[in-house]
Nanobody, 119 residues
Framework: VQLQASGGGLVQAGGSLRLSCAAS????????MAWYRQAPEKERELVAS???????NYADSVKGRFTISRDNAKNSVYLQMNALKSEDTAVYYC??????????????WGQGTLVTVSS
């Protein structure tokens, strides 16, 4: 199983970016997907998550600005980020909670995509 993330880049404060992440491989069931981020010298933190039924959860710092969505048919998750702030600068990682064709459940991580917000 592989997760491929894309969509990061440099944006001015107040701007928008959309991150995408697609899971591929021997996937039997996709339980949930999420975005995490890690800023320099900080621990990785949960940004937003979404279950297979579409239930979402957001970090307080991004509520009202970020929107997570998913396409179950494509095993993909998206993060629409609006009104970006300099403190949103971080490497963003997608995560997927999957059951493989072998019946094994575990979490998988994408490679990370850098988001830089200039003030």
């Amino acid at each position: 199983v592989q997760l491929q993330a894309s969509g990061g880049g440099l944006v001015q404060a107040g701007g928008s970016l959309r991150l995408s992440c697609a899971a591929s491989g021997s996937i039997f069931r996709n339980i949930g997907m999420a975005w995490y981020r890690q800023a320099p010298e900080k621990e990785r933190e949960l940004v937003a998550s979404i279950t297979g039924l579409g239930r979402t959860n957001y970090a307080d710092s991004v509520k009202g600005r970020f929107t997570i969505s998913r396409d179950n048919a494509k095993n993909s998750v998206y993060l629409q980020m609006n009104a970006l702030k300099s403190e949103d600068t971080a490497v963003y990682y997608c995560n997927a909670d999957l059951i493989t064709d072998m019946g094994r459940r575990r979490g998988y991580w994408g490679q990370g995509t850098l988001v830089t917000v200039s003030s």
